[in-house]
């Protein structure tokens, strides 16, 4: 079974401060991999994706992430924070044999401060 | 285009009532997923349909169903209604029914049983 593990619960940072949240999967195969962002109130928009080749992948909002198979991670950074980055962030596990369900990891919260 | 849709908003029901949850796909989708994400934790997957047919169950008690119509929309039935099922239920659309298809989450409905 697939599993998420994101240690941090919270995390604050300062405005400008480069931000890294942590992401660890349980997966038998070549998992696939999102990053997901909700504002409060608001539903899931999807940050960046892995599902094969390049481990380095860039997605929206100057947000990247890395895909380390050993060390089953899956890490979210961004180089400079921004006040409107405040907000719970997911990490989430697909396969190639599930259909579209998604197993997600409990989130990290980012406070910025300024 | 319009993004997923969901209805209600906001519900507020009794222990042992009935609910329906309603979801509209982004026009061109043909997957429906629906999601419970109670309060501080990460979204767990409900069901997944793809074309009208079940594709996916998450470990989810028989009180929850749910069926997707040939226009593609989708109802999410919960019965007896308990105080844990008070939640954010989510739905997500996607093209088609492969872990690399993209999915587009709607901005919830939030349940709450007293």
């Known amino acids: 079974a697939q599993s998420v593990t994101q240690p941090d619960i919270h995390i604050t940072v300062s405005e400008g401060a480069s931000l890294e949240l942590r992401c660890n999967y349980s997966?038998?195969?070549?998992?696939?991999l999102f990053w997901y962002v909700q504002s409060p109130g608001q539903g899931l928009q999807l940050l960046l994706k892995?599902?094969?080749?390049?481990?380095l992948v860039q997605g929206i909002k100057g947000f990247e992430a890395e895909f380390k198979r050993s060390q089953s991670s899956f890490n979210l950074r961004k180089p400079s924070v921004h006040w409107s980055d405040a907000a719970e962030y997911f990490c989430?596990?697909?396969?190639?044999?599930?259909?579209?369900?998604?197993?997600f990891g409990g989130g990290t919260r980012l406070m910025v401060k300024p | 285009d319009a993004g997923v849709t969901q209805s209600p908003t906001h519900l507020i029901k009794t222990r042992g009532q009935h609910v329906t949850l309603r979801c509209s796909p982004i026009?061109?989708?043909?997957?429906v997923s629906w999601y419970q994400q109670v309060l501080g934790q990460g979204p767990q997957f409900i069901f997944q349909?793809?074309?009208?047919?079940?594709?996916g169950r998450g470990n989810f008690p028989d009180r929850f169903s749910a069926r997707q119509f040939p226009n593609y929309s989708s109802e999410l039935n919960v019965n007896a209604l308990l105080l844990g099922d008070s939640a954010l239920y989510l739905c997500?659309?996607?093209?088609?029914?492969?872990?690399?298809?993209?999915?587009?989450f709607g901005p919830g409905t939030r349940l709450t049983v007293l």
């Open positions: 997500a659309s996607s093209r088609g029914d492969s872990g690399y298809n993209e999915q587009f």
């Open positions: 997966y038998g195969a070549t998992p696939y």
């Open positions: 892995y599902f094969s080749g390049d481990t």
């Open positions: 989430a596990v697909g396969a190639s044999n599930a259909g579209n369900m998604l197993t």
């Open positions: 026009s061109g989708h043909k997957s």
């Open positions: 349909y793809y074309e009208k047919e079940e594709r």
